[in-house]
């Protein structure tokens, strides 16, 4: 499975756009950039995954580069709420190659 | 939906106990995992499986045992606790495997 950087902490303004970064420049043609999030000890929640076209869903959007090395998990409009730990995490979507390798993710804190 | 429920919430053993952390979900998801996290690590998968009848280990296996007798259900055995066993255990599922996971809210097992 390819790694993944990122940052250990970033601070964010309530109501301001909060973009994570995230480098896997070891990745593979097959495998796709999930993101996760954690907040304080809750179970991760999925947040949104993509090959290598922009994402965008109800939660956040996903920019990938084109040579697919890195990526960033923008929140439009960060509210207090979404404090938490976010994961980058690539992995192959079939065989079995199956396991998230998770990282230590990014630790986002959203200020008033 | 209830989605993915784990009980029991909190538990303590006591080393060389056994005892069984339970997992339902109700999303009719075919794939289910089990992992563990512990302070300063990412999310380690323990075993998974992708439909009744069928698992397989993770990264972490040893000291644990897994079933898969329905689609709903998928229990993680403890054999016999030891100190190392500490950790929060969250058990996840999704339709198929690739997907994005839904993920309980965790079981919080103390071994004395």
């Known amino acids: 499975d390819a790694k993944t950087t990122q940052p250990p902490s970033m601070d964010c303004a309530e109501g301001r756009a909060a973009n994570l970064p995230c480098n896997h420049s070891?990745?593979?043609?097959?495998?796709?950039v999930y993101w996760y999030r954690q907040i304080h000890s809750q179970g991760p929640q999925y947040i949104i995954h993509?090959?290598?076209?922009?994402e965008t869903n109800e939660m956040a959007s996903l920019i990938i580069t084109e040579d697919r090395k890195s990526s960033t998990l923008i929140l439009p409009h960060a509210t207090l709420r979404d404090t938490a730990v976010y994961y980058c995490?690539?992995?192959?979507?079939?065989?079995?190659?199956?396991?998230?390798?998770w990282g230590l993710g990014t630790s986002l804190a959203v200020n008033p | 939906n209830a989605g993915v429920t784990q009980t029991p919430k909190f538990q303590v053993l006591k080393t060389g106990q056994s005892m069984t952390l339970q997992c339902a979900q109700d999303?009719?998801?075919?794939?289910m995992s089990w992992y563990r996290q512990d302070p300063g690590m990412g999310l380690r998968l323990i075993h998974y499986?992708?439909?009744?009848?069928?698992?397989d280990q993770g990264e972490v296996p040893n000291g644990y045992n897994v079933s898969r007798s329905t689609t709903e259900d998928f229990p993680l055995r403890l054999l016999s606790a030891a100190p190392s066993q500490t950790s929060v255990y969250f058990c996840?599922?999704?339709?198929?495997?690739?997907?994005?996971?839904?993920f309980g809210s965790g079981t919080r097992l103390t071994v004395v």
């Open positions: 996840a599922s999704s339709y198929r495997d690739g997907y994005g996971y839904t």
């Open positions: 999303m009719n998801h075919e794939y």
């Open positions: 499986s992708v439909g009744a009848g069928i698992t």
């Open positions: 070891t990745i593979s043609g097959n495998e796709y």
């Open positions: 993509g090959l290598k076209n922009n």
């Open positions: 995490i690539v992995r192959a979507d079939a065989g079995n190659n199956r396991k998230l390798i």
